[in-house]
């Protein structure tokens, strides 16, 4: 069937389709006709159409239609690899009537094309494009007419593309046995040809909006927001406007900053050659702070473009938040910091990978969450890693909105890259004008970076593993820095992580060293981390019964990706620090215990020695579907300990511990971020594993502001002597104007020589507005307790929290669906340290 005998069953079939332009919401003159919604997909040249949702992709159009089962399940992932070898067309019909066609331009505006497409419009070929990364516009005026119009656009598989240039000409990468090789080749996210935490999924589609814009006389190019922060009366803006005409006319910008919606500054600029630049004043600023220093205020600055009847042509809404920021080198008391608004500050945070690997499924809402999370624990910082997608507008507003700043990578990694090939270059360039354009206003960029560890693969020449050093600087100082600097002049930029005193330290994951690794180095940790599996129903979620018969199941093994036998690794060193689990999901829980106990052991220790250390930011926050990781929340956004671990490792004031087993003594450390100094009491006790008190003492401090000191150093010899190294306890206390700040528990030895009693739980419970308040008390210490609901869900305010006699806990549990006292009684689970190994509990 040739296109246009197929098109009349596709016009008919797609009849609902049909749409007019619409005035795009904030402006009169641009018109926007959205080609979102239903499409159709078929295999290029098959005839078996099946609808399509755009933005989307291939694997989640064929999941919907029921032609593939859950990716995620078992290991459906390889019997799925025929998706990403395929090449797949989508099309879609629409209406266009003769008054639209009648405006100076209209374009196809497609904001994400996953990668390698063939655009037509009404059987004509418009272009072909390579980089899912960048927005592309084509004129379509010549080539659509009044009435019906078809859209159909071919992609093909990256995979035989890039077998050929690697053929060719290979390039020396890092990939896992089962991952494609020459991905670098292309321009698409790098981890969806899978990564150590993640599965392959080779994506095609239309990811992000499709749209025509039609305008006449011109429309707004370009907006940048320039600060200057030096002078008396305020903040001044420099906007620079540069517009795109159809003709010649006299064009005005008017630029409006506005706060809550009221003006704070005004001003109309002639436009002289398609560019403008307005000078604004903003007296009395409100800056911008990382959360945990100050608000987040922001301001919006519009700009109109008028013509000469002083009819809005086009509008352009940014909002920007005032602040300066600094990244200061290292000398011999610093590591590298980030400075905002001059004051420099540790960096408490994680690394962010895709969420999903169909990007298209991952909402607003989610993003939001997760940022609120990460805000929650007490982090100020994520670092967007190089590997996945430049991330979205809804991420980036959240972090806003919620003060976490971002290490902003751009999306290369652990590759070398092709720079000494000028298509690649040229395309790149485009790449990055594209996305520092569409993000560089946001407050919460602290650092755009070239890439994720390309500089380990980078030696002076390049050979069969290395990437050659010229090529590097020219691809990512030149090309990349270049662009930067010019695209955003007041950004920080650095070719690498870790690559300008930031460290990424893996000795203990991937070199089998004890945590105590953790504590043989001082800086700006960008990069460390451990793995652990994630909570029972998340595994459940892609297990049957035989395959939870142990960790080390085929399938759990498919769903870990780190090389040289990840759940191995994991389990090695539970049996270095904690006695055996007792079944397979009291070692899911451990895992995580272990991965909270290890990740604490640096982040204390590094914040103990503020400011020789002056940031960590973990290896990795989230996940992009149900695995073993090293994530502190999970695919489904399930909290692992760690992540309540970390609100209390990154507290605002944290009192911690530095055991010496050798000299049997505790260095007590206190730490504040506080921006002033206060007044604070520390209180030690060491009790036996009953929770009898062996010593005790209390002493008033002053912490002074942003300051790391030891403030006691406790002696245990003595009670070691008497009790027994394995039989002590040390409880920290750290309480601020009377208020409690933070808790620890320090031992002499790893948790597994504990000799704990049964603790005897107990959950009181009470109904509050939204949820239950469950107040836990213990007979004998309980160490990392937790809650869960049998088949529910739930948000809980604290959780792996140790307990002592006569200190009862109380923890807020919000279930995800309503539940009577009842229901809430029965479902409700308390676990210790102590169930995860005592096989009669
Ligand atoms: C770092 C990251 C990732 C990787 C992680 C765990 O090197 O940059 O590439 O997933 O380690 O191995």
Not at 629 to 649: P, T
Request: glycine content about 6%.
């Amino acid at each position: 069937m040739n296109f246009t005998g197929r098109m009349n069953i596709f016009a008919a079939a797609l009849i609902s389709l049909a749409s007019c332009f619409a005035h795009r919401a904030d402006a009169a003159g641009v018109q926007i006709l959205s080609l979102n919604g239903p499409w159709q997909v078929a295999l290029t040249g098959g005839n078996e159409w099946l609808p399509a949702k755009v933005p989307g992709c291939i694997h989640t159009d064929l999941l919907a239609a029921g032609r593939i089962s859950d990716p995620f399940y078992r290991d459906n992932e390889r019997t799925i690899q025929w998706v990403g070898e395929t090449n797949w067309t989508y099309r879609r019909a629409f209406e266009v009537s003769a008054a639209d066609l009648a405006h100076d331009r209209v374009l196809l505006r497609c904001e994400g094309l996953d990668t390698l497409a063939t655009v037509r419009v009404n059987g004509r070929e418009l272009a072909r494009t390579d980089n899912m990364f960048r927005t592309w516009e084509f004129d379509v005026k010549p080539v659509l007419k009044t009435g019906t119009n078809a859209i159909e656009i071919s992609f093909e598989s990256v995979l035989p593309y890039i077998q050929k240039c690697n053929a060719e000409r290979t390039l020396p990468e890092w990939a896992g046995p089962h991952e494609p090789k020459g991905r670098a080749w292309v321009r698409k996210e790098p981890c969806n040809f899978g990564w150590d935490w993640g599965p392959v999924f080779i994506t095609c589609g239309i990811w992000k909006n499709i749209e025509l814009v039609a305008f006449d006389e011109a429309r707004l190019a370009d907006v940048a927001v320039l600060q200057d922060h030096s002078g008396k009366k305020g903040v001044k803006l420099a906007v620079q406007i540069a517009v795109e005409t159809t003709h010649s006319s006299a064009l005005q910008a008017l630029v409006t900053v506005t706060q809550d919606r009221q003006p704070v500054a005004q001003s109309t600029v002639n436009l002289v050659d398609g560019k403008a630049a307005a000078d604004l004043m903003v007296a009395h600023p409100q800056l911008w702070w990382p959360a945990g220093m100050g608000k987040q205020p922001l301001y919006e600055v519009r700009v109109d473009l008028l013509n000469a009847n002083h009819e809005v042509l086009d509008s352009s809404v940014k909002r920007i938040g005032l602040r300066t920021i600094e990244l200061l080198p290292a000398d011999q008391t610093h590591s590298i910091r980030f400075a905002v608004n001059g004051v420099p500050f540790f960096a408490k945070g994680a690394n962010w990978i895709p969420s999903d690997p169909f990007a298209s499924r991952v909402t607003p809402e989610k993003l939001r969450r997760y940022v609120a999370d990460a805000v929650a624990v007490n982090m100020n910082t994520l670092r967007f890693w190089g590997g996945g997608y430049y991330e979205e507008d809804a991420l980036y507003d959240a972090c806003d909105e919620m003060g976490v700043l971002v290490w902003a990578d751009c999306k290369f990694a652990c590759s070398s890259y092709p720079a000494f090939d000028d298509k690649f270059m040229e395309n790149v360039r485009q790449e990055i004008r594209d996305n520092v354009r569409r993000l560089r206003h946001h407050p919460s960029i602290a650092v755009w970076c070239g890439n994720n560890e390309i500089s380990l693969l980078t030696k002076p020449e390049w050979s069969a593993e290395s990437m050659g050093k010229a090529d590097y600087d020219k691809l990512f100082s030149g090309l990349i820095g270049g662009e930067i600097k010019a695209l955003a002049p007041q950004a920080l930029y650095v070719p690498g992580s870790p690559e300008v005193g930031d460290l990424h330290f893996w000795q203990v994951w991937h070199g089998g060293k004890s945590f105590d690794a953790y504590r043989t180095l001082n800086g700006f940790m960008s990069e460390f981390g451990f793995q652990s599996f994630p909570e029972p129903k998340t595994v459940d979620s892609y297990t049957t019964n035989e395959d939870r018969t142990s960790l080390h199941t085929p399938i759990m093994d498919w769903h870990q990706r780190s090389a040289g036998n990840g759940n191995k690794k994991i389990s090695d060193m539970m049996e270095r620090y904690f006695q055996p689990a007792k079944d397979f999901d009291s070692a899911l829980w451990l895992s995580q215990i272990l991965q909270g106990y290890g990740i604490k052991t640096g982040a204390e220790f590094w914040r103990q020695n503020m400011p020789q250390s002056m940031g960590c930011i973990y290896w990795q926050y989230n996940d992009c579907w149900p695995v073993a990781s090293w994530s502190s929340v999970d695919y489904y956004g399930r909290r692992k300990a760690l992540h309540y671990m970390a609100r209390r490792f990154y507290a605002p004031v944290l009192v911690s511990g530095l055991e010496d087993t050798t000299n049997q003594s505790v260095a007590i450390y206190v730490t504040s971020d506080l921006l002033k100094s206060s007044p604070g009491r520390l209180t030690w006790e060491v009790t036996d594993p009953k929770g009898a008190s062996l010593t005790r003492g209390t002493e008033k401090l002053k912490l002074p502001a942003q300051t790391s000191r030891c403030a006691k150093q406790l002696d245990l010899r003595e009670l070691a002597e008497k009790h027994g190294a394995s039989n002590l306890l040390v409880w920290l206390k750290m309480e601020v104007r009377g208020q409690p700040a933070s808790e620890n528990l320090v031992t002499l030895v790893y948790p597994k020589e504990l000799a704990l009693a049964d603790p005897g739980l107990k959950p009181a419970i009470r109904k509050t507005q939204d949820g239950f308040r469950v107040t836990l008390t213990a007979k004998s210490p309980a160490l990392w307790t937790w809650l869960t609901l049998k088949n529910a869900d739930a948000g809980f305010s604290d959780n792996f929290v140790h307990l002592r006699p006569g200190s009862p806990v109380e923890i807020v549990v919000k279930p995800s669906h309503p539940m009577t006292d009842a229901e809430f009684a029965s479902a409700l689970q308390v676990h210790s340290l102590f169930d995860t190994y005592n096989p009669s509990r």
